[in-house]
């Protein structure tokens, strides 16, 4: 029988499960760019180029072996746009009687596939997607019964089932969290490695050739694209953070500094998240280097931690909650997302700093992420779906089941704190303390005689008078709320009109 097996463009491993017992004499594989998927959010130049460059280079790769792919490209002029249209045109133009894919990983794409297949009569077979290390069913095992969720109780279980740093029964060094070794600041004379980037080859220029052309007003630019686009490639960028950035990874995770997007940051979530390197790989690359010596503990598991923790347990989430976990809003936050979140044009050097990278690289390392763009939303009060939406668009690596629960849950605490334990608020002392964005900046975050004092300062102990009736009980806030019951009442006043006053600018265009 005539299959049609259908790749999307975050699947482009040869393991997918839609390729499995694929029949070279009868079946054909589909891929399509359509502009649905380039516009439901105006996603950054470079995280299209990506994807379709990526795409591209993978069906070439499919074509070697010999299999049969139909590819159509965005500016085909019969394209209708949406992947159902491609997927319904393809099959009549094969003369298939069966369809086969992988579970979309985002609910819009699986809500629209469900229906379609609804309306199909049931031609489209539906695979799972175990590219994960823990399905569906997994995660919902682990979450029956429990009023919050912690990662790192869910971390230690599939450390134990993967053996990941594992001696035996006990993790390896004694300590399930080496956290703690994972917040140093960056000294000022240690030397940053030259990060392996890919220069285009013809098929990604191609790429960038037509997504400026087709979409010429969407955020970013192309000059510094160098993504991985091949499995080669990938690997290649593995091998390298491996080497030349995991050693100091651990120590400097939560570090910043102006104008370095990357620092000792891995670059691999490109990778991952479309396919190209698979996370059981890159866990066992990280493992392998600190038993061989290579890197230290707190390196090793600091990595592991993100992909084998942080990466299932947000997917888990995402899957279990939604849809209804999109319109969280615990804090009530309804400010509008001001314009430099698109123009880094704003007297605050963290924040421009951050924003314009972004721009550049369609990156930025997840603190800047969480602590920068995420803290001032927070403190800010910034509408849960207009920052969701900036997230998911100016980030190559952002897909929905990967940000909306770090944004919603991490960033902005707008899930009350199903995910996260606390909301991850601060003032620019955080800043001063793991970067160098206050040094010169025209705000301070302990201003002196004739110093403007920095935006966030009013900002997070407003955050907290303002939502005292929801937090002043989490124990993890109890220091600052201490602090704030020593204040007088003409004391918070005062905060309270000069973050309103802080605000008041904000919308201006002025902070």
């Given at each position: 029988m005539r299959t049609v097996r259908l790749v999307l463009g975050d699947q482009l491993t040869r393991d997918l499960s839609a390729l499995r017992g694929l029949d070279k004499t009868q079946d054909v594989v589909l891929m399509a760019e359509v502009r649905e998927e380039g516009t439901h959010v105006r996603h950054h130049k470079q995280k299209i180029v990506l994807i379709f460059s990526a795409m591209r280079h993978f069906a070439e790769a499919l074509r070697e072996e010999g299999i049969e792919v139909d590819y159509?490209?965005?500016d085909d002029p019969h394209n209708t746009g949406s992947l159902t249209?491609?997927?319904?045109?393809?099959?009549?133009r094969h003369k298939a009687k069966q369809a086969v894919m992988t579970e979309p990983g985002e609910w819009r794409l699986r809500a629209a596939f469900d229906a379609w297949q609804k309306a199909h009569n049931g031609l489209l077979e539906m695979a799972e997607d175990d590219r994960f290390f823990a399905s569906h069913a997994r995660f919902r095992k682990w979450a029956k019964g429990r009023k919050s969720f912690r990662m790192e109780f869910f971390y230690r279980e599939l450390r134990r089932e993967t053996g990941f740093l594992m001696e035996g029964d006990e993790p390896a060094g004694g300590k399930w969290n080496y956290d703690s070794e994972n917040r140093k600041a960056l000294p000022k004379k240690l030397a940053l490695p030259e990060r392996l980037r890919f220069p285009p080859d013809e098929t990604t220029r191609e790429a960038m050739a037509l997504v400026e052309r087709e979409f010429p007003d969407h955020f970013g630019t192309l000059d510094r694209f160098g993504?991985?686009?091949?499995?080669?490639?990938?690997?290649?960028?593995?091998?390298?953070?491996?080497?030349?950035?995991?050693?100091?990874?651990?120590?400097?995770?939560?570090?910043?500094?102006?104008?370095?997007?990357f620092l000792f940051h891995s670059l691999l979530s490109t990778s991952v998240n479309i396919g190209l390197l698979s996370p059981r790989e890159v866990c066992l690359a990280a493992e392998e280097a600190w038993?061989?010596?290579?890197?230290?503990?707190?390196?090793?598991e600091g990595f592991i931690r993100q992909i084998l923790g942080?990466?299932?347990?947000?997917?888990g989430i995402y899957w279990l909650k939604m849809p209804d976990y999109a319109e969280t809003n615990f804090l009530d936050a309804h400010e509008p997302l001001p314009d430099f979140y698109w123009t880094g044009e704003t007297k605050m050097r963290c924040l421009s700093d951050v924003v314009k990278q972004t721009r550049d690289h369609a990156y930025s390392h997840h603190i800047q992420r969480l602590m920068v763009t995420g803290n001032f939303a927070l403190l800010a009060g910034i509408d849960p779906k207009e920052i969701s939406e900036w997230y998911l668009a100016v980030y190559a690596d952002a897909f929905d089941w990967v940000e909306l629960p770090n944004t919603h849950g991490m960033a902005i605490f707008a899930d009350g704190g199903l995910?996260?334990?606390?909301?991850?608020?601060?003032?620019?002392?955080?800043?001063?303390?793991?970067?160098?964005?206050?040094?010169?900046?025209?705000?301070a975050p302990k201003p002196r005689a004739g110093q403007e004092p920095c935006p966030l300062n009013a900002l997070y102990w407003?955050?907290?008078v303002r939502n005292?009736?929801?937090?002043?009980?989490?124990?993890?806030?109890?220091?600052?709320?201490?602090t704030l019951e020593k204040w007088s009442p003409q004391r918070r006043n005062e905060i309270m009109k000069d973050a309103e006053a802080t605000l008041s600018r904000m919308r201006r265009g002025e902070l």
């Open positions: 159509v490209r965005l249209g491609e997927l319904e045109r393809a099959l009549r993504w991985p686009v091949t499995r080669q490639e990938a690997l290649r960028a593995l091998d390298h953070f491996i080497e030349e950035a995991l050693p100091f990874f651990g120590d400097y995770q939560d570090a910043m500094r102006e104008s370095e997007a038993r061989e010596g290579q890197v230290p503990l707190n390196a090793a942080w990466r299932e347990y947000v997917r995910l996260a334990s606390k909301p991850y608020a601060a003032s620019g002392a955080y800043i001063n303390r793991m970067s160098n964005f206050c040094e010169g900046c025209p705000y407003a955050f907290l005292r009736h929801r937090l002043s009980k989490n124990p993890r806030l109890a220091m600052p709320y201490r």
